[in-house]
């Protein structure tokens, strides 16, 4: 599967994510709305698109999953996904075919029934249109789809994907009005037509605002009466400014990881009535091998960077606490998560990097470029390379610098090999380890470091594909693991954590900060 990016948009680290990130009752959104108050939400993040065909970004992403119904959905906390705007679904023919029944009286906000004709047409609309900046790579194992009556959908696949229901159960999976949104383009208008809990009212350069979906059949409760968003466009100090002085009900997105810090030792923020609410994520970051590098490219030099970073220091230092240190590739909270580099590699062991290095017959300081962007990750990325750089430095066995350059220069120059140790953030797009190991080493993976493992993508990840009980690809994701720190093309340095801030009389956020990175509006109150 050729996936299309999601390394991590927004500001993390000293722009360290601030998220608010379902219930399986049924439920028709007419029902529960107005039972709470409108909500105001600032978020550093734009809305790049309002037409699911197009946005693979987290704010795009975070309109699809509230005005777009999927067939399944992911329930708040878990990792499994549950029907949505299906009744059922399963797999046949050895986990080839896919098969769902809707659910009776399906309506898009506008009035248009909801049939099996609209969920052919979206997912065949977002494969054909391909956009560059679009999911359709999600969709790559969908070979046909067709409808026998009006309440069902048949997906044929080319090949067993047993994470086919995680896929469309993200933003990728949105269903749209086939009398909506034109065949062979993107809808430009800026409106959305969908049949989720919220309808969206407006959208532009500032703010997105939302109204309750009266028409709504699903499974989400919605506990207010429609959400606004404000949009601070990466303007960190203007957020945080907004939340103090009460213009925002919950920041999102883009405070920085001292911020948080500061927020939740305040007492002056507290006689205020804001909260700091911390969740689970699976957002992770990795310092990057190119394996054809003349340097990093000698296993011994490899190995004795990951002897020597002390991702305790990076985490306490540079990101507040804000996040957590990571040793493996599969971020804790998701199924087969080990400790593959702890295991091997310990903590911070200068002794072994040196002696690791002498054993090769290096004896000289190593020279080595740790390559940053933080317009992509965050101001602290610089931060956080200058203090492994000093970690290497101070075991006196390399001389290590770092350098930045813009997202689009960064890009090409990892393309073109140039670049021998950089930094990528990865979001997942569903909560799977198959969303951390497929885009990473499968075919055209996006980490474009010259990483090649035969047994891990013609054996290992195929068959772990193939297994419908996802309990049962432990055994293969471990492997992969542990061939991954044998090999070490990448080194895990973090996890995130989830926060949302916002005043007291906000209740929720509790149910929506988990690893599916599903922003839920209608989990959130105002009394």
């Not at 689970?280 to 394996?291: G, I, Y």
Request: proline share 6%; hydrophobic share 35%.
């Amino acid at each position: 599967m050729n996936i299309r990016n999601r390394w991590t948009g927004a500001p993390i680290g000293a722009g360290l994510a601030v998220a608010l990130l379902g219930g399986c009752d049924f439920q028709s959104g007419g029902d529960a709305a107005g039972s709470g108050g409108s909500i105001v939400v600032g978020m550093s993040d734009d809305v790049l698109a309002a037409d699911p065909a197009s946005g693979y970004d987290p704010g795009s992403w975070l309109l699809f999953n509230n005005v777009f119904q999927s067939l399944l959905s992911f329930p708040r906390g878990e990792s499994t996904p549950r029907p949505e705007a299906a009744k059922s679904c399963s797999f046949e023919d050895r986990n080839r075919v896919y098969r769902c029944t809707l659910r009776d009286g399906l309506t898009f906000s506008n009035g248009d029934s909801l049939t099996s004709e609209d969920v052919k047409y979206s997912f065949e609309r977002a494969i054909r249109i391909d956009d560059p900046g679009g999911p359709a790579p999600l969709l790559s194992t969908i070979a046909k789809i067709t409808t026998p009556d009006v309440r069902t959908v048949v997906f044929q696949l080319n090949v067993p994907d047993a994470t086919f229901p995680s896929k469309i159960a993200s933003g990728a999976g949105s269903i749209v009005n086939h009398r909506e949104y034109p065949a062979n383009s993107l809808r430009k208008d800026g409106k959305a037509v969908g049949s989720g809990p919220y309808k969206l009212k407006s959208l532009d350069k500032s703010k997105a605002v939302f109204s309750v979906n009266s028409g709504y059949r699903g499974t989400a409760r919605v506990k207010n009466s429609g959400i606004t968003l404000d949009f601070f466009r990466g303007d960190q100090k203007k957020l945080a400014s907004a939340l103090q002085k009460g213009d925002i009900d919950v920041a999102y997105r883009g405070l920085t990881a001292r911020d948080i810090s500061r927020l939740e030792e305040s007492t002056a923020a507290a006689d205020k009535g804001i909260d700091v609410v911390e969740g689970t994520s699976a957002e992770v970051q990795h310092l990057v091998f190119n394996m054809k590098d003349p340097v990093v490219r000698q296993l011994p030099v490899r190995k004795a960077i990951a002897y020597l970073v002390n991702r305790d220091a990076l985490v306490s230092q540079v990101y507040h606490s804000t996040a957590t240190p990571l040793y493996s590739i599969v971020p804790a909270g998701i199924t087969a998560h080990n400790t593959a580099f702890f295991d091997k590699y310990g903590g911070s062991q200068p002794a072994k990097a040196e002696q690791v290095l002498r054993g090769a017959g290096i004896t000289d300081k190593v020279k080595l470029t740790l390559w940053s962007t933080p317009s992509r990750y965050g101001p602290a990325t610089d931060g956080e390379f200058r203090a492994i750089a000093q970690q290497l430095n101070a075991s006196g066995l390399f001389d290590a610098d770092v350098k930045s350059l813009p997202f689009d220069q960064y890009e090409k120059q990892i393309a073109a090999g140039k670049l021998g140790v950089y930094v990528k953030g990865w979001v997942p797009d569903y909560p799977d380890p198959d969303n951390f190991t497929q885009p990473f080493f499968g075919k055209d993976n996006v980490l474009q470091n010259g990483y090649v493992n035969d047994d891990i993508t013609g054996r290992i990840i195929p068959d772990a594909a193939s297994r419908a009980e996802r309990g049962t690809t432990e055994r293969a994701f471990n492997e992969l693991q542990d061939d991954v720190a044998e090999d070490l093309p990448i080194l895990p340095l973090w996890q995130g954590k989830q926060y949302a801030v916002a005043y007291d009389n906000i209740s929720g956020l509790e149910w929506t900060l988990d690893a599916s990175t599903v922003f839920r509006f209608w989990e959130i109150s105002k009394y």
